[in-house]
């Protein structure tokens, strides 16, 4: 890999890890004003909101300049999110700010890596990228959980400057004052980023110019054959990774009967499962047989109902590291193949824009389902399940359509040609 993938990976480990640690300090916010159960999903829908509303613009915005720069900028607005909620702005709203500045930072991240390496490299680039991501959450869940505990929190606050007082008092301030810190380590790696040379035709700046422009786009990528599968693969993997997050607090307080500082270590053990599964897949896998996976996605929704037989944290660990590793194994090839066939059909910052678009409104409809489920008083056990037989039955769904489209044409023989 060039040198410059390596800081890419850097300064999205620091940012990914801010934002998952941000998380658990959001929900602990949320905890000590005594918010509403059904509020805690809402995080997330705040924070995917903004890749839904932006989609149509960031693609322009991330190929109308070195995607460095457009990191570094986009980092200082998840920076502003993260200091409204110093500053007491509430946890949902301050969220969906952060959720803005990784709207725009997410097309440049991933888009850079098409720029910078070739077709053949993009499945092991994206195993490392996300295994990196998924090492970040793993991480920043467990800081999160951490900064939050009150005995961390008591040692952190200790520390104390002559003469100048900073107004730091709690342990939320603490621990957003501990993540402002991440977010800014990744701008700082952010400047090291290389321009790759790569410049696209001078992008549209009228809003309905680039909603008709966005359109286009979608409608290209959804009816290509072989984008169409890998869209609504990662669509399904990301609304119903989302889902999870919540799932696996809430069943470790139910089945485990473990607070939010140590549930969301569970998160991490989730997270190191994808994160195995994810390399493991950018070994063994090559994109010609990257629509082999599929099946897996099914075996992961059946594996999830289990859950609600478990009630031994012994158990716990190795069943979400099972799950994770399903997980990981069957969306880094898709991912890349989406990737490859959005640069094929069209500009890398619009593909990934397309991508998020439909990837986080899968997020808002799946967290607006499951705080529907919340709101109603279903038992958890009902909810995993649910769950779990809707991503498998779904991908079943994705698999039929598959067979379908071969029909038609060789899967096979078409990503030949689009690396030549």
Not at 19 to 26: G, M, P
Not at 404 to 413: G, L, P
Request: charged share 10%.
């Amino acid at each position: 890999m060039k040198r410059g993938f390596y800081t890419i990976m850097a300064a999205q480990f620091f940012s990914s890890l801010a934002d998952n640690a941000l998380l658990i300090a959001a929900i602990a916010l949320l905890v000590t004003m005594d918010a509403p159960a059904w509020m805690t999903p809402l995080l997330k829908w705040s924070f995917a909101l903004s890749y839904v509303l932006l989609a149509a613009f960031v693609g322009a915005f991330a190929d109308s300049r070195p995607k460095g720069k457009v990191m570094f900028f986009t980092n200082l607005i998840k920076i502003a999110g993260c200091v409204m909620m110093f500053f007491n702005v509430h946890p949902v709203i301050a969220y969906g700010v952060v959720g803005f500045g990784a709207a725009a930072y997410s097309p440049a991240k991933y888009g850079i890596l098409t720029e910078l390496l070739p077709a053949e490299k993009l499945v092991a680039a994206n195993g490392w990228i996300e295994g990196l991501t998924i090492s970040s959450i793993i991480l920043g869940v467990v800081l999160g959980g951490k900064l939050v505990d009150p005995q961390i929190s008591i040692r952190l606050l200790s520390f104390d400057f002559p003469l100048i007082d900073f107004g730091i008092n709690t342990t939320n301030q603490s621990a957003l004052c501990a993540i402002t810190a991440c977010y800014l380590i990744a701008a700082i790696f952010n400047q090291f980023i290389p321009d790759t040379g790569v410049k696209y035709q001078k992008q549209k700046s009228h809003p309905l110019c680039l909603l008709r422009d966005f359109t286009h786009c979608s409608i290209k990528l959804w009816q290509d054959k072989l984008g169409q599968i890998s869209l609504a693969v990662t669509t399904l993997f990301w609304g119903a990774g989302a889902t999870l997050q919540y799932l696996v607090l809430k069943w470790a307080e139910v089945n485990l009967q473990m607070p939010l500082n140590k549930g969301s270590e569970l998160q991490g053990v989730f997270a190191v499962g994808i994160a195995i599964g994810a390399l493991f897949a950018a070994r063994i896998v090559p994109l010609k047989k990257s629509l082999s996976v599929m099946p897996l996605g099914v075996l992961m929704g059946l594996v999830v109902t289990t859950m609600i037989f478990v009630t031994n944290v012994w158990f716990a660990y190795p069943l979400l590291i099972f799950i994770g590793g399903l997980a990981g194994f069957f969306v880094v090839p898709m991912n890349a193949l989406l990737q490859h066939r959005g640069h094929v059909l069209m500009s890398a910052g619009h593909s990934i824009a397309v991508q998020n678009f439909n990837e986080n409104l899968s997020i808002l409809v799946l967290l607006a389902l499951y705080a529907v489920m919340v709101s109603l008083q279903l038992h958890t056990h009902i909810i995993i399940v649910i769950f779990g037989l809707f991503v498998a039955s779904t991908m079943y769904a994705v698999m039929l359509k598959h067979r379908a489209n071969q029909k038609e044409f060789d899967s096979v023989a078409l990503i030949g040609e689009c690396k030549h």
